[in-house]
Every structure is written in C-alpha cells, then in structure tokens.
DNA sequence: TTATCATGGATAAATTATATCCACAATCAG
DNA sequence: CTGATTGTGGATATAATTTATCCATGATAA
C-alpha cells in the first residue's frame, strides 16, 4: 500500500504557494521545473487541487495558482484527499459472505467487524493528517531548514510570481 | 492510495483460524473456498503470514495452517505489515533537491519537514492498528455478529479441522 | 492580434496487484 | 514402499492502476 508520488508533489506545491503574498500567483510549469515533475502531470494534480478548492487558478499570461484560503486553513488531509479520493484506504468486500453456506443478508446487518476495526484505526490516521497544518508546516521549514534550502525557495518564489492583477472594472 | 484486498482476506483467515484448539490446523485450500478465494493467490499471502511469524503451516495430508502465537499477541498491524510490506505509505522522493538551483548535499542533512510531518501522522495509524487485536475481533465477533453468522463460522472450523498430531517419536 | 496560461479529453507507457500453473519436498495412511 | 494430500517456491500470465504525454480549446494580458 502506497501513495501516489503525486501527494508529495501536491504538498510541496502548497507549501510553495504558501510564501506568496496576497493575490499573487506562480504557473503550473514554474511549479513543475521546480521539482523537475512532468508538467503535463503535475497540472493534473493540481487540478485536483483546485477542483477540491484548496487551490485557485487564473487563467491568461498573468495567470497561474495560489492557495484558495489561509495556509492555516489548510491540512495534509485535505491535499491527500484531494489527491488521492476520499475512499478510505481499507475497502471491505464483505467477503464473509462468500462462503459455500449462504445464509439471509439478515444475518449481515451488523457491519464486518474486522471492516469496524480497520477503519477505526485509519480514522485515527486521519485525525492526525487533519492536524497537520500547511502553515505549521512552512513556519518549520523558516524556522528548521538549512538557510541556504530556504534562500533558494524564496528566490524561486520571488522569480515566479505574478502579482495581483488589479480588479479591472468594466 | 489503497490497501491490497490480501489484507482483507488474511484478517479473515487469521480470525478463522483463531477458532481453532491448540495445534488444530485448517488447509489453505479449505480457507480459500470459505472466502470464495483464488487458492492460488490466497496460498501467497498465507505464505506471507507464516513468514513474518504470524502463522505456522504443517505440511502432509494432515496439515494446514494455524495461528503462530496466541491471538491475544497478533494486532492488525502485524498482519497488514506482514501482507504489505513493512514500508511506509508515504515515501519521500526527495523532490525538494530537483530545483535547477542545485545545492550542496550539507543542505539537505536535516530531513524534509513533509515527510516528518506525513510519517508522524502515519504513526498514529499504525499505533492505533498496533492496539487492535485479533482476539479483541474474534470476541466481538461470537459476542455482537448475528447467532446464524456465528454459527457458520464454528461450523467450518469443525468441519475442516485437523486435529493436532500425537507428537511422534523417531 | 499574439503569446501565455489553465482546462479537459484522449491515449500511451510503466508499474503494481491479482491470478494461475507447475515441479518439488514433507508427511501420513495403507 | 507406494500413493494421496498438503505446503513451498518460482515462473509467468492477466488485469488494474499509476504515471506520463499530447492536443485542441478557452481565457487573459500586452
């Protein structure tokens, strides 16, 4: 069991964003060199992101994407689900009723006990993803990182963002 | 991102087969069509199990598989570990270093905050897997499942049982 | 008008999960 | 010993999923 390499690419594509300032935008291709992703991809997965209002994207010459809300507001679960679909990892195929006795579905309203078991333990797994905060999570990165690592991401933001444009009237 | 459907099926058996007396062992094959299962493919798993330790198998016309240890001591955990791999759902692929702004490896020595923060939550996950017991299963299964579920789950332990050799001497 | 960028669909390649088969070793019954 | 039953392990085929690419389209700023 794993996830998609996409997560990784997701996370470190929000945590990028999440040093812009208000408005500013920087296009899916900057993000894509910036990992050496395939960009073809890479705007797959932020499409989900978008899709899933954790990102906004503007289109046009000036366009690109930017957090959708406050990088406070925003969880490691929320990008893996957006990612990765809401489905729980652990799928029952209640295959307990597949032995050679059938009996009525009557005898299988009680859900699987071994289904209850599993996703009470991702449940847990979830709740932990929740408290991860995008906003914890670059206040780290400042705070921790080598200073060289974190003078090449700002540069990098600084040299691919696009400012807001302003709102044009009419 | 998904757990394989051998983790669901090992559970099962595993639960199964913790119906069984002291040194009683049930066949793969028995196993297989209780779950509608390919043999073949269920065999691999069961392999799976009795090489991390989990299970013993018994080769000959008697033999079969049983529990290795009591199932007071076997957790889901055990079991999805020994089904999927020991390794961690999320695996860091490094892509902070991928930039074209290449960085001395002596600036990357502490470890990504992502992935710190995407295995700590994981780890809440396989603490709460670790804390849920095959035996726990099995008792709420004969305690709260429906009587004719129960039923039918003694009635094939009893049916495919192998009775524990006499330990032969030379 | 032109260049840049996001969107969405179609599709191909690579990887992984699922499933099957076979030759072999171990064990027990007769 | 012989034959039947069972697990072991490797090789291999099939299906599903993930990863990656391409192209036509619409939106927007210069």
Redesign the interface.
């Known amino acids: 069991?794993?996830?998609?390499?996409g997560?990784?690419?997701a996370?470190?594509c929000a945590?990028t964003l999440a040093g812009l300032e208000d408005g500013a935008t920087i296009p899916g291709s900057a993000l894509a060199?910036?990992?050496?992703?395939s960009p073809s991809y890479l705007l797959k997965h932020l499409q989900a992101l978008a899709g899933a209002g954790i990102l906004e994207s503007v289109p046009g010459p000036a366009g690109g994407y930017r957090l959708a809300r406050a990088a406070e507001r925003i969880s490691?679960l929320d990008i893996?689900m957006a990612v990765?679909g809401p489905?729980p990892?652990?799928?029952?195929?209640e295959?307990?009723r597949?032995?050679?006795?059938k009996?009525?579905d009557?005898?299988?309203?009680?859900p699987c006990?071994?289904k209850v078991?599993?996703l009470?333990?991702?449940?847990?797994?979830r709740?932990?993803?929740a408290?991860?905060k995008l906003s914890?999570?670059v206040a780290?990165?400042r705070k921790?990182?080598?200073p060289?690592?974190v003078a090449?991401a700002c540069?990098?933001v600084a040299q691919h963002r696009r400012p807001q444009k302003p709102v044009s009237g009419t």
């Open positions: 069991m794993k996830l998609s390499e997560v990784e690419a996370i470190h945590a060199a910036q990992f050496s992703l490691l893996v990765e489905q990892a652990f799928r029952c195929g295959i307990r597949n032995g050679p006795v009996l009525p009557a005898a299988y309203v009680k006990g071994i078991a599993m009470r333990a991702e449940k847990a797994w709740t932990a993803l408290a991860e914890a999570i780290d990165f921790d990182a080598d060289r690592s090449a540069a990098f």
